[in-house]
């Protein structure tokens, strides 16, 4: 017997037509995946899966064109979860390009492993030299508040950032097989069950690096190199890991937070 999947695709494209403010000059929803854009003075997509989590075998697929001087911010209605896999692997794309003067903050809630779950993610952002962008993916391995661990599973996640067709950062995350043993290893993650990555692409990064220096403490680090800020957290719950978070991304950014990050 073969199982339902779930399949969704979301693609928006924005613009600034002459000087005007953002304006959705094209969208196109299908399946599981939709777009909203609340009624603010800045542009502001929020992605919902109505499968209500993924599993093995779902997939689906985001792309966003920010136009040149236009700006745009994404995030998701909630924390997305990822549950436990009969066969197959989940797989999320995400293609993103950020045209000359323009903004984009790509700013997903958690995501949330379960125990048994499989995850592969690819984010592909091409950008001009002038544009300006803050991007974050956060991972919560299980739900503390609940009494969750992780046993085993699989995160495979695969960044690749281009600036005017030039490869700038490239990273692959992989964590699979006997999770509990790899996240409480000192070079794993150390006990902690909750961590994101933070990049930064912008005009002025030293008052950025510090300010986040400030905010990140021990518990992570950040640096500095060819035009990007890079920044790391972990934290002993996805609660701990938002304390932190969301002051980083509020120092980071010169757009205001979507309200559905309030605490």
Aim: charged fraction near 25%.
């Amino acid at each position: 017997m073969t199982l339902q999947r779930a399949r969704g695709t979301a693609r928006a494209v924005v613009h600034a037509p002459e000087g005007a403010s953002t304006r959705l000059k094209r969208l196109h929803q299908a399946g599981c995946l939709k777009l909203r854009f609340p009624r603010l003075p800045q542009a502001e997509a929020v992605l919902i899966n109505t499968s209500g989590g993924l599993t093995g075998g779902d997939r689906i697929e985001q792309h966003y064109e920010v136009g040149a001087a236009a700006g745009l911010t994404v995030t998701t209605q909630a924390c997305e979860r990822i549950y436990r896999a009969s066969a197959g692997t989940a797989e999320v794309a995400t293609t993103v390009a950020v045209g000359e003067e323009a903004e984009l903050a790509w700013l997903p809630q958690e995501t949330i492993l379960f125990d048994g779950g499989r995850l592969r993610r690819r984010l592909e952002l091409d950008c001009a030299a002038s544009s300006r962008f803050l991007v974050v993916e956060s991972v919560i391995l299980g739900r503390q508040a609940m009494g969750e661990s992780l046993r085993s599973g699989l995160l495979h996640e695969r960044w690749r950032i281009r600036r005017d067709g030039r490869l700038v950062f490239a990273e692959d995350l992989r964590l699979g097989g006997d999770l509990e043993r790899l996240t409480v290893a000192a070079a794993g993650l150390g006990g902690a069950t909750a961590f994101a990555t933070v990049l930064l692409q912008a005009e002025a990064l030293e008052p950025a690096l510090e300010a986040a220096r400030r905010i990140i403490g021990e518990a992570g680090g950040a640096s500095r190199f060819d035009g990007l800020l890079v920044c790391r957290l972990v934290a002993e719950s996805g609660q701990a890991l938002r304390r932190r978070l969301v002051p980083l991304l509020h120092a980071l950014s010169t757009r205001p937070l979507p309200r559905l990050w309030s605490f």
